[in-house]
C-alpha cells in the first residue's frame, strides 16, 4: 500500500464518499426528525387543532348566513359533548396599526389567548409569569412577549412591568417567553413557531377592547386537549361532525391533527432516508469494486512473492489473511476517514440549506460496520484467489 500510494488513495476514495454519505444523510434524517417532534410538541401530539378558514367579500357574507364562524360555543358544546376533551385554549389576532414602548416599536402580531394557551402550546416562560384567570375575568391589560418582540420593544432588557401600546390602548407587560430551539416555520404545510414575535393578551381584554371587522368569527383558532388513551384520528371526526352541524355545513374551519401530522412527517422522511441509503450504498459498492480491483491487480504483482511464501512453508490460509487484511486496512483507513468527511459534509448541508442535523453514535456505527463488511466481502474473492495460486507456477511466473 505505502508503494503505490496513488494506486491506495484512489481506491480509499469510494469508502471515504460512500461512508461520508452515509453518516450525513443519517445526520440530516436524524436531525429533521427531531426538529419535527419539537414543532409537534408546540402543537401537542394530544391535542385537536380547529383553524377558521379565511373568506372575504361576497364569499364570507355567504358563509355568514349559514354559520357565525368559531366561537367560543363550539368550544362549549365540544367540552359538554365530548367527553373526551380535558382542556382547552382559543386564540384570536388582533390587526395591530401601531405597537411600540418608550424604548422601542415592533412589527410583533397581537394575539389574545386563554391563560391555557401557554401549557397546551408547550411555550417556555422566561421570565416574568403568563396570564392567569384573574386577568381573564377582570378584562385585564396585560401581556406577555415573545423573545424576538421582546428584543424589539426593549432592546436593553428590563421588559418586565413595563408599558407598551397596541393601537390605542396601553398594555403592562408581565412576562418573557424564553426562546424555543427549532428553526422551521412550518411543517406539512401547517404554520408553526410565530410565537417568537408576537405579544400575547388576555381574549377577553382583546374582544372587548379591540377593533374588528362586523363579520370577523370570534377566534381565529382553538385547540382541545384530549384524554390519555383516545385515537386523536376519531377524536377529529367527532368534533368534525358536531362543528358541521354548528355551522351549517359550511366549510369555514379546518381540523388539524398533530398525531397525523406527525405520522405523515415520518413517512416523507423514511422515504427520504431510503432514496439516499440507496444512493449512499451505491457509493459504497463502488468503493467495495476499488477495492477488489487493486487486491487483484496486487495479486498479479506479487506472484513471486506468494510462490516464496509457499515454497518456505506459508500454508494457503496464511496468504488468504495476509489479503484479506490488506483489504480490511484499506476499507478501515477510508472508514474512518469517511466519517471525518460526512460530519464535515453535514455541517456544509445544514449551513447551505438551513437543515438540521443531529450527530448519531448509532450512523457513525452503521456506517464503519457496513465499510467493513464491503472490505471484508470484496476481499475474500482476491484473498481465495492467491491462496489457491500453485507455488511452482508461481516462482516460474516471476
Avoid at 367579500?57 to 380535558?86: N, Q
Avoid at 406539512?188 to 410565530?194: A, D, T
Amino acid at each position: 500500500m505505502r508503494h503505490h500510494k496513488l494506486r491506495t488513495s484512489l481506491t480509499l476514495l469510494g469508502m471515504i464518499f460512500g461512508v461520508g454519505a452515509v453518516i450525513a444523510m443519517l445526520s440530516v434524517g436524524e436531525g429533521a426528525e427531531r426538529e419535527a417532534l419539537k414543532m409537534i410538541e408546540s402543537m401537542g401530539v394530544k391535542n385537536l387543532v380547529v383553524n377558521a378558514r379565511p373568506a372575504d367579500g361576497e364569499a364570507l357574507k355567504s358563509v355568514r348566513e349559514h354559520s357565525v364562524g368559531l366561537s367560543l360555543r363550539d368550544i362549549e358544546s365540544a367540552r359538554d359533548t365530548l367527553p373526551f376533551v380535558e382542556n382547552w385554549s382559543a386564540e384570536k389576532n388582533v390587526k395591530v396599526f401601531s405597537l411600540f414602548s418608550l424604548k422601542g416599536r415592533s412589527d410583533a402580531q397581537v394575539v389574545g389567548v386563554t391563560p391555557s394557551y401557554f401549557e397546551l402550546s408547550s411555550l417556555p416562560l422566561g421570565e416574568g409569569r403568563t396570564l392567569v384567570d384573574s386577568d381573564e375575568a377582570y378584562y385585564q391589560q396585560v401581556a406577555v412577549l415573545g423573545p424576538e418582540a421582546a428584543r424589539s420593544l426593549f432592546p436593553q432588557g428590563g421588559a418586565i412591568n413595563s408599558l407598551i401600546k397596541v393601537n390605542h390602548q396601553w398594555f403592562t407587560v408581565v412576562g418573557v417567553l424564553s426562546e424555543k430551539e427549532g428553526s422551521k416555520s412550518s411543517i406539512q404545510g401547517v404554520k408553526l413557531g410565530g410565537e417568537r414575535n408576537q405579544v400575547f393578551i388576555p381574549l377577553t381584554t382583546a374582544l372587548k377592547k379591540m377593533q374588528f371587522k362586523s363579520l370577523e368569527s370570534e377566534l381565529d383558532a382553538f385547540k382541545l386537549a384530549l384524554a390519555d388513551g383516545v385515537e386523536p384520528s376519531l377524536a377529529a371526526k367527532s368534533l368534525q361532525h358536531l362543528l358541521n352541524r354548528r355551522h351549517g355545513g359550511e366549510k369555514d374551519f379546518d381540523v388539524v391533527v398533530p398525531a397525523d401530522l406527525l405520522a405523515q412527517h415520518q413517512k416523507t422522511q423514511q422515504i427520504f432516508n431510503i432514496v439516499m441509503a440507496c444512493v449512499a450504498g451505491i457509493s459504497l459498492l463502488v468503493g467495495g469494486i476499488g477495492i477488489m480491483n487493486i487486491m487483484l491487480a496486487t495479486i498479479l504483482e506479487r506472484t513471486g512473492e506468494i510462490g516464496l511464501l509457499r515454497a518456505l512453508g506459508a500454508k494457503r490460509k496464511d496468504i488468504a489473511r495476509q489479503f484479506l487484511i490488506e483489504s480490511i486496512a484499506i476499507s478501515a483507513t477510508g472508514g474512518i476517514i469517511g466519517i471525518g468527511v460526512g460530519l464535515l459534509l453535514a455541517l456544509v448541508i445544514s449551513s447551505a440549506a438551513g437543515w438540521p442535523v443531529a450527530w448519531s453514535p448509532f450512523a457513525i456505527l452503521l456506517a464503519l460496520g457496513v465499510c467493513m463488511t464491503i472490505g471484508v466481502g470484496f476481499g475474500l474473492y482476491p484473498a481465495n484467489k492467491a491462496a489457491k495460486l500453485d507455488p511452482i507456477i508461481a516462482l516460474q511466473r516471476d
